[in-house]
């Protein structure tokens, strides 16, 4: 019984997104692909590098949204991403995030700069 149980928890295991999720890897933190940065900012806070992917999650899109407006400056005509005010937190940027990727997996394998802005632009799009 206690097998039958074990066995059980596994396939559920692979069924329930979250769930089936391995630790954070070093190849996360390259960045590569939008995986990448969903590992990081969907990292369970029992993961023993859980506040190093949180940050690296909250730092790179951060980071890239000010690249953005740094070269989007006095360009508003030209902007794709008009963020709130107030502006959300970052935990709940990276929530959002990995909640519209979830329904968008498409774009996993896509550069996460990319995935960042789909994602930016269908949830703020400024106004034409």
Same mark, same amino acid.
């Given at each position: 019984m206690f097998?039958?149980?074990i066995l $059980?928890?596994?396939l559920v295991s692979?069924?329930?997104p979250g769930l089936a999720g391995a630790a954070v890897t070093d190849e996360d933190f390259v960045l590569s692909t939008t995986q990448n940065l969903v590992n990081l900012c969907s990292v369970s806070p $029992?993961?023993?590098r859980a506040k190093e992917a949180i940050q690296m999650c909250e730092g790179f899109m951060l980071g890239a949204y000010h690249y953005y407006l740094a070269t989007n400056s006095g360009k508003n005509d030209m902007r794709l991403v008009c963020m709130p005010n107030p502006t959300p937190s970052r935990n709940d940027v990276a929530a959002m995030?990995?909640?519209w990727?979830?329904?968008n997996p498409q774009y996993l394998k896509e550069a996460p700069v990319d995935s960042?802005?789909?994602f930016m632009s269908a949830k703020w799009p400024c106004k034409k």
């Amino acid at each position: 019984m206690f097998k039958e149980l074990i066995l $059980s928890l596994v396939l559920v295991s692979f069924l329930v997104p979250g769930l089936a999720g391995a630790a954070v890897t070093d190849e996360d933190f390259v960045l590569s692909t939008t995986q990448n940065l969903v590992n990081l900012c969907s990292v369970s806070p $029992s993961d023993p590098r859980a506040k190093e992917a949180i940050q690296m999650c909250e730092g790179f899109m951060l980071g890239a949204y000010h690249y953005y407006l740094a070269t989007n400056s006095g360009k508003n005509d030209m902007r794709l991403v008009c963020m709130p005010n107030p502006t959300p937190s970052r935990n709940d940027v990276a929530a959002m995030f990995v909640e519209w990727i979830n329904a968008n997996p498409q774009y996993l394998k896509e550069a996460p700069v990319d995935s960042e802005f789909r994602f930016m632009s269908a949830k703020w799009p400024c106004k034409k």
